[in-house]
Structures are given as structure tokens and as C-alpha cells.
């Protein structure tokens, strides 16, 4: 023995005998694992070279008629030599540097795979570009022990039949890249136009990164992934010698062509369920390339007849209407959580998805708080005080109007259901808590997240970042409506709910069956309350419309646009037994909705009539079935009525119209001329100024060219309609400095305008310079009545100056650019609904209304509030702008109530 080995047996001799024995069973189990591993490898037979791509079918869910096929035949395979080295080595320094050194397979990237299936089942494991190429040409794409053995041992094999350079050319030829490009020769043509021998290191380096995810690696899909990724691989090229020192942070992003809409691309409803299909089977573990070339069979939860009624019925709806407008609508089966109907736009794959954009769901998420209500045993009679409007201490002293501002002072909830009133339901969400509503929905159907965004909750910039607030009763919140049909059928379910899917199985080509839907029911909601909102809702399609054949049930909403009778979003949500579906209407860019015959688009028009011909379409010929009876759950709470003023009809249910927009205003006081109106109304408000505290008013009619003003030049505080400086002064800033506004910037004067957030207000005033900034900006729109205040809330101003400014934003000379004046407009045409009091009430309906209100009560006058409205009502046949400001009221809704008679005493008597 050498004198270099005597010392081992020593040794062993010193290790306890219980010690021997340990390391010697552990020693047999090795040689057996290396045994048994050796015999494994050599069972396994490489397969003949790889089949040429197929395309996927999808087939509707029986199985048998086809839906779509996914697929590619865009396949130029190159000789290696034809790829240059810089390219080869971007592929390497992304996938495998050690890909010359090694003999096939990482072990140490195979143990950590095998014991992640085994510990975790999370299918995690690094891949040699060798397994990656064998699971590519020969292996599908499961995440079991098994499958990666099974990979593990033909790379081996495959290592022994080809060299390095065999390996790496068919990887390179076997890649999916997305844009239908199988290989890199395809790959380089779709990306940039040219042939892989025309590459070089920094497009070599976008191509290798869509090796780990063709789509998101595509920089026109995410072009912020890509360039992280591509960056990522030139710094690995660097550390492996293939780059040097620094070239990586000179190299410049390739120009990459545009993706282009192909032959291959499917069009129609089908291309958006073809993505939302292939969005599914990534999750379950497919790749992306197996989808697209491994010619599987996918069963779809899709049914013909169902998928066949919304294509029709949508576009029966949308022929001959105005071409911005935009529809969705997903039918999901609630015993099985399949989705039956898919409709998210008519583009094809690849494009916009309506059903997957969050908006706001209006009216139709008051179900959701009649079911937290009865979850806390406030039954659907109770009555509640369904007056219009109703102030609530959460809303900042801003009204809450019921819809055409309709009245029940003694509304059971049902009956406020049927109609859609606000102010019972954003009591009852008061009462309960919005938490609790927010969290039902959460259980329903609702993501805690869309992307980043926590939902449910105001957003930063808004009264409370972070936290829900009542108004989740008036669906302020925005949801999809491919959610918003997840809550509906978990509610057509009893409450059971099962998740949303597409795909009920996959088999491969030779008929293996590789993956099986297995759903999950939960019980998230009693099935008696869930009986209690559907024989709620039935009383709605009672109301608006029977489905001919059908027990169904059903809440329409409609999202009001800015100030005005619009909508901007429009929908119908419910369901038959069997079938719960969900239709949107509205447009990609928020704005009016509105019929080719110049008609509003609200919840109860086109979505309803979409929604129950759909159903009765998509059901006909099925056995009928009834909906589940009420259980009445909970008490009948009388509560709410102790808000009641005792001047009002007390009648159960008595549904009625309360005053309009305009109402105030009596044309038959503009007669004669224009001075003659004028004397007139300065008569009428010198007496009318007697009675209350000091105000004044200014006007310009730009359709005629008169003004008026009535102590228009009087200094009185700004309050909050200096905001509207405040973003004039930024925008002025901001063409300065040639440049456009930032996100936060956006974000930021988006809560000053809508929700006149005051601390989005004070960011503004110190970036613009505070007084000084906002005294120039003044000088430069002609405002020489505006003193700036170190607070800009206690700025002095004068009815005339806050005409001047309205008029700024529409006048040719304005130091204004016409982006600015129209973004500025936009904002004060789309303030929140509780902000639309004030110079409103001198608008009839039809008329567009943009303007900034302000109030607040100063310690300095004991508490008596200032009330100011400013802003610009504008149709076809009107442009005014109009400034009413006020101080010294004893109250806010006295402030307001004087504040609007003097808007409306104004029109009354000059009449434009």
C-alpha cells in the first residue's frame, strides 16, 4: 500500500463502530443510486429527430368542433457556422455559459430540481441548454420527477451521439422566439428584417432574451422586461470574457421592427380566448413554444351556442353605432367556474382586451352590499332614507344625489335596488362599514391586485390612499368585467365559488393526456343570503325587462361622465340559472357613451338589451329551471329613517322625481334687450343681496360677446377654486421647460381638480414657487384681481379674475397651448360627481358643465363658510363662463343653496 493511503485505514479504525457502519450503508447506497442511475440512462432510447412543429387546436367543450388553432410554419433551420460567434455567445451568456464544459446536465441544477418537485412541488430546476433542446424536441412540458429524469438522461445521450456544436445548432434552430418565428434564421427576420448572419452582439443579445418568456421578452409587448433582460445577458457576456470591460454600458437598445399582425394571427372575439386560453396553460407549466409547435389538443370550457349568441348579439348591437364604442361580455357557467362566452373585442389576438380593463362597475356592485348587510343581519326590507340630495360626514360636506335625483324618504332596499338610489345604499355601506363590503368582494370574485394596485381602495392622490371608503356602494372602484362575472356567478352559485378558467384538458398528438382541470369550490357566502340577493335582483329584470322563457336576475349601472345626463360606462350584470353573465359598454379612453341617434348609453339600454337576449340565446332549448326562493335573512332595521326631516311624504316605497337641473331657472325672464336684462337682474340680486351674506358674480357669454358682472372687481377669498391657477401656473411651467407632465405630476393634479385634494394642492403651490411663481403665472393670463397668500387657500381673488381664467381656456391668445387649455378643461369636466354643485344648477340637461367649487368654514368669521363656484356650461348653442363667490354663510348647504339660486337667477334673467 502507499505510504500515501496508509493513514485511511487508521482513520476508520478511530470512527465509532456505529460510525463504520453509517458510512459504509451510505456508501452502498451511492454505488446502488450510481447503479441504478447507469441502468436507468441506458433504458432510456433516444427518440428520431424531433417531428416538425404543429399547430395546437383548440377545440369548443365537446371536444370535437374546433375553435382555433395556435400555431407557427415560420421554420428556416441554419448551420451553425451561418450564426456569428458574438450571437452564439449572447445565447450562452443567457442560458448556460458552462455549456462547452459540461457533459450534458447541471447536477447541481437536477438536485435542486428534483428535491424542489419532491419538498415544494413548485417545479423549479436550471436547464442546461442540452435539457433545454431535449425537452424542446422530444419531452412535453410537465413538472413531474419523472419528466425531468427522463430529461436529464436524454441529454446524456445526446451529448454522446452529437458534439457541442451539433447540440447548440439544433437549439438554436428549436427555439420559439413569438411573432410565429420558429428558430433564430426566422427569429431574426421577424425582429429586425434581416438574416442571422447579419447580427450582431446586441441583437443577438434581444433574441436570446426571448429565450425565457417569447412574449414578455418581445419589446413591443413589454419593452421594460426586454431592456432589463437584454442588459442583464451583455453584463453575463462581459463577466464570461465575450465583451469587454464597459462595452456592455456603451451598447446601445437595437432598433427592433414592430410586431406585425400576420395571416397566422387568429381575428375576431376567438383571437382574444385563443390569449386567454394560452395565458392559462403558461400558468399550468406549459411553455409558451410547446403551446405554439407541440400540436396539442386543448378542450376549452367554450360552448358553441353560448360563444356563437354574444358574437351575434354584440355585433347586431353595434351596427351602424358610433365606432368608439367598445363592449364586453363573459358568460361563466357557476357550477364549474368554465367559461362558457368570451367577448373582449372583435381585433384578434394580440390586441386590446375590454373584459380583462378595469372600470368602474356603478350600480352593479350594490348587490355586493346588500350581501355584506345581510351577512350582518340587516335584512332586504329594511327602510332606509332614499332622499336626494343627503349629506354624510364622510364626504367632506359634499351632497350625494340619487340618479335623475329621484326621492323614496321611506325606501325598503329592494325597492332601492330596483331604482338604483344612492343614498340608501351609501347609508347601509356607512353602517356596515366599506371594509366589509370590500372584503365580500374580495371573497366573490374581486383580485386583491390588479397588477401592483392594491383594489378596492382610493388610490394615491385621492381623499384616503389606501383605504375603502363608502363610496364603494356607488362601484367608484374600478373591476373588469371578466371579475365582476366571477362575483356574479358565485352569487348565481349559492355562494359556492369556483375559480374563472378556459381549459378543461390538454392531450398531446399521440392522445397522452398532460393536464386536467381540477377546480376548487369554496362556500364564501351563505346560500341563503345568496337566494336573498337573487330574488332581489329578479324584481330588477321584473322592472326592466323580462328574458323571454327565463327566471333570471340581474343589476344594470351606469357611470356618470364628469357633470353631465352621460355615461361612461354602462352595465348589465346577472344571471340565469345556469349562467351568470356580465356586459360592459363605454369606450377605450373614458368619455360619453352614446347612440348613433345622439341618445345616452346607460346600464338599462344597450348592456340590458345585450344581456338578456344573450341569455335567452345562449339557453334556449334547455330544460327551464327557477330561481332559489327567498330566505328572508335578517331583521327589517328601520334605523336610517331618524335622518328623516319630518316635512317629507312618509309613504313605504313611494318612488318620485325631485327637482332637475335647471329647475331654478325661469326663462320667461329673458325677454327684451340686453340692457334691459341686465337692469333687470342687477334689480333682482341688489334685493336679493339683502337677505344674505355678501356674494358676487361674473359672466361672459363667448356665443354673443356680452359680459356681466355684478361687484365682479370685490376681493373675496379663493378657497379651493384657485386650484385651477394652481395647475394654469404648472402647465405654464411646464412649456417652459419644454417638456410634458410627469406621472406624479399627473397623479397629483388629478386629485387637486377631481377630488380637490389639498395636499396634492400644497405640492402643486410649492413646485410652482408659492406666491411668487403663482403671482407670475397670474400676471401672464391677465388676472389682476388674484393676490396670492402664502396659503393658497386664503389667496384673495375676484369673480371677474376666475371668469378671466375660464376664458383663458378657451381663447386663441392665451398663454395657454392648446394641449394645456384642453387638458385643464378635461379635469374640470371630470370632477367627481360630489363636486358638481354650484354654478350646475344654471345648466339644463345636454349642456356640459367644467368647473372648480371651493368651500370651507374660516375660524375668523366664527365658523361661517365660504362658498365659490366657477367654471364654463357649454353646448352646441351655449358657452358661458360663469364665477359666483361667496362668503360669511352659517352653514354649507345654506352656502350652496344661495350659491346656486344666484347661478340660476343669473340665466333666468339674461337668458343665453
Not at 364604442?325 to 363573459?330: C, D, P, S
Not at 358674480?697 to 391657477?725: C, M, N, P
Not at 395657454?816 to 340637461?845: C, H, P, R
Request: proline share 5%.
Amino acid at each position: 500500500m502507499s505510504s500515501r493511503l496508509r493513514w485511511f485505514p487508521r482513520l476508520v479504525r478511530r470512527i465509532p463502530r456505529w460510525g463504520r457502519r453509517s458510512l459504509a450503508a451510505l456508501t452502498a447506497v451511492l454505488v446502488a443510486l450510481v447503479i441504478a442511475a447507469a441502468g436507468y440512462v441506458a433504458s432510456v432510447t433516444l427518440p428520431p429527430d424531433p417531428v416538425p412543429p404543429q399547430a395546437s387546436v383548440l377545440y369548443y367543450r365537446d371536444g370535437r368542433t374546433v375553435l382555433a388553432r395556435i400555431g407557427t410554419t415560420d421554420r428556416t433551420d441554419v448551420t451553425l457556422d451561418r450564426v456569428p460567434e458574438a450571437v452564439r455567445h449572447a445565447f450562452l451568456a443567457a442560458e448556460d455559459r458552462g455549456f462547452y464544459d459540461h457533459f450534458g446536465i447541471s447536477v447541481k441544477g437536477l438536485a435542486r430540481a428534483l428535491w424542489s418537485n419532491i419538498v415544494n412541488d413548485d417545479g423549479q430546476g436550471a436547464s442546461t441548454i442540452t435539457q433545454q433542446y431535449v425537452r424542446n424536441a422530444y419531452l412535453t412540458q410537465e413538472r413531474t420527477v419523472s419528466r425531468k429524469s427522463k430529461e436529464a438522461a436524454l441529454a446524456l445521450k445526446v451529448e454522446h451521439r452529437w458534439s457541442k456544436d451539433e447540440i447548440l445548432e439544433r437549439y438554436l434552430n428549436t427555439i420559439y422566439f413569438g411573432r410565429g418565428a420558429y428558430g433564430i434564421e426566422a427569429a431574426a427576420r421577424a425582429y429586425f428584417g434581416t438574416g442571422v448572419d447579419r447580427l450582431n452582439a446586441a441583437q443577438g443579445a434581444v433574441l436570446a432574451a426571448m429565450v425565457k418568456d417569447p412574449s414578455q421578452g418581445d419589446p413591443a409587448v413589454n419593452l421594460r422586461w426586454a431592456q432589463n433582460r437584454w442588459t442583464w445577458i451583455l453584463r453575463a457576456m462581459t463577466e464570461a470574457g465575450w465583451l469587454s470591460t464597459g462595452e456592455a454600458e456603451q451598447t446601445t437598445y437595437p432598433k427592433v421592427a414592430p410586431a406585425n399582425v400576420t395571416s397566422s394571427t387568429i381575428s375576431g372575439p376567438v383571437g382574444l380566448i385563443a390569449d386567454r386560453v394560452e395565458d392559462e396553460l403558461l400558468e399550468a407549466g406549459f411553455s409558451r413554444q410547446q403551446i405554439r409547435t407541440g400540436g396539442l389538443h386543448v378542450t376549452t370550457t367554450i360552448d358553441a351556442t353560448a360563444q356563437k349568441a354574444a358574437a351575434s348579439r354584440i355585433q347586431k348591437a353595434l351596427k351602424g353605432q358610433p365606432k368608439e364604442l367598445r363592449t364586453a361580455l363573459v358568460a361563466i357557467d357557476p357550477h364549474d367556474g368554465g367559461v362558457r362566452a368570451y367577448y373582449g373585442g372583435d381585433r384578434g389576438r394580440g390586441y386590446f382586451d375590454d373584459a380583462l380593463a378595469a372600470r368602474p362597475p356603478a350600480s352593479t356592485f350594490k348587490p355586493v352590499v346588500l350581501a355584506a348587510a345581510e351577512e350582518r343581519g340587516i335584512g332586504f326590507e329594511s327602510l332606509y332614507n332614499g332622499t336626494s340630495p343627503r349629506l354624510f360626514e364622510d364626504r367632506g360636506g359634499a351632497p350625494l344625489y340619487n340618479q335623475e335625483n329621484l326621492q323614496c324618504p321611506v325606501c325598503p332596499l329592494d325597492t332601492a335596488m330596483v331604482y338604483s338610489l344612492n343614498t340608501p345604499y351609501y347609508a347601509l355601506a356607512q353602517q356596515i362599514g366599506a371594509e366589509a363590503v370590500s372584503k365580500l368582494a374580495h371573497r366573490l370574485g374581486v383580485p386583491e391586485k390588479y397588477g401592483k394596485q392594491e383594489t378596492l381602495v382610493d388610490l394615491k392622490g385621492e381623499l384616503a390612499p389606501g383605504k375603502t371608503r363608502s363610496d364603494i356602494a356607488l362601484g367608484r372602484y374600478p373591476v373588469t368585467p371578466a371579475d365582476m362575472a366571477t362575483l356574479y356567478a358565485t352569487l348565481a352559485g349559492g355562494g359556492v365559488r369556483t375559480e374563472r378558467h378556459f381549459v378543461q384538458s390538454v392531450v398531446t398528438v399521440n392522445g397522452t393526456g398532460v393536464h386536467q382541470h381540477k377546480g376548487v369550490s369554496d362556500q364564501v357566502l351563505s346560500g341563503a343570503v345568496a337566494a336573498d340577493v337573487g330574488a332581489v335582483l329578479a324584481k330588477v329584470v321584473e322592472h326592466d325587462g323580462p328574458v323571454p322563457g327565463l327566471q333570471a336576475a340581474a343589476k344594470t349601472g351606469s357611470q356618470q361622465w364628469a357633470d353631465t345626463g352621460d355615461s361612461s360606462d354602462a352595465w348589465t350584470a346577472g344571471w340565469a340559472p345556469g349562467l351568470a353573465a356580465v356586459v360592459w359598454v363605454g369606450r377605450e379612453k373614458p368619455g360619453p357613451i352614446r347612440t348613433q341617434n345622439g341618445k345616452t348609453i346607460n346600464g338599462d339600454g344597450m348592456p340590458y338589451d345585450i344581456w338578456k337576449t344573450f341569455l335567452g340565446d345562449a339557453l334556449h332549448g334547455q330544460p327551464a329551471r327557477t330561481l332559489d326562493a327567498a330566505h328572508s335573512v335578517g331583521e327589517a332595521s328601520k334605523a336610517d329613517l331618524r335622518t328623516l326631516d319630518e316635512t317629507v311624504k312618509m309613504v313605504p316605497g313611494l318612488v318620485y322625481p325631485g327637482p332637475q337641473r335647471g329647475d331654478q331657472v325661469d326663462k320667461s325672464l329673458a325677454s327684451g334687450s340686453w340692457d334691459e336684462r341686465v337692469n333687470r337682474l342687477t334689480a333682482a340680486l341688489e334685493e336679493y343681496a339683502a337677505k344674505v351674506p355678501e356674494f358676487s358674480v361674473s359672466l361672459h357669454d363667448r356665443k354673443s360677446g356680452h359680459t356681466y358682472d355684478f361687484h365682479g372687481d370685490a376681493r373675496l377669498e379663493a378657497a379651493s377654486v384657485i386650484k385651477v391657477e394652481l395647475l394654469a401656473a404648472l402647465l405654464l411651467k411646464v412649456q417652459d421647460e419644454q417638456r410634458k407632465l410627469s406621472k406624479t405630476e399627473r397623479t397629483r393634479v388629478t386629485a387637486m381638480i377631481r377630488a380637490s385634494d389639498n395636499a396634492s394642492a400644497s405640492k402643486v403651490y410649492n413646485a410652482i414657487g408659492g406666491p411668487s411663481g403663482l403671482r407670475d403665472a397670474l400676471r401672464r393670463l391677465g388676472l389682476t384681481g388674484t393676490a396670492p397668500a402664502e396659503s393658497f387657500g386664503l389667496s384673495t381673488t375676484t369673480a371677474n379674475d376666475q371668469v378671466r381664467m375660464v376664458d383663458a381656456l378657451t381663447d386663441g391668445d392665451s398663454p395657454l397651448s392648446k394641449n394645456s387649455k384642453e387638458y385643464l378643461l378635461q379635469l374640470m369636466t371630470s370632477v367627481n360627481a360630489d363636486q358638481t354643485w354650484g354654478i350646475s344648477a344654471a345648466s339644463f340637461s345636454g349642456e356640459r358643465v367644467a368647473l372648480k367649487n371651493g368651500w370651507l368654514a374660516r375660524s375668523t368669521e366664527d365658523q361661517h363658510w365660504i362658498i365659490n363656484s366657477t367654471g364654463r356650461i357649454s353646448n352646441d348653442k351655449v358657452d358661458v363662463s360663469l364665477s359666483v363667490l361667496s362668503h360669511g354663510h352659517t352653514g354649507q348647504p345654506e352656502g350652496i343653496a344661495i350659491v346656486e339660486h344666484i347661478a340660476a337667477l343669473t340665466r333666468s334673467y339674461l337668458g343665453w
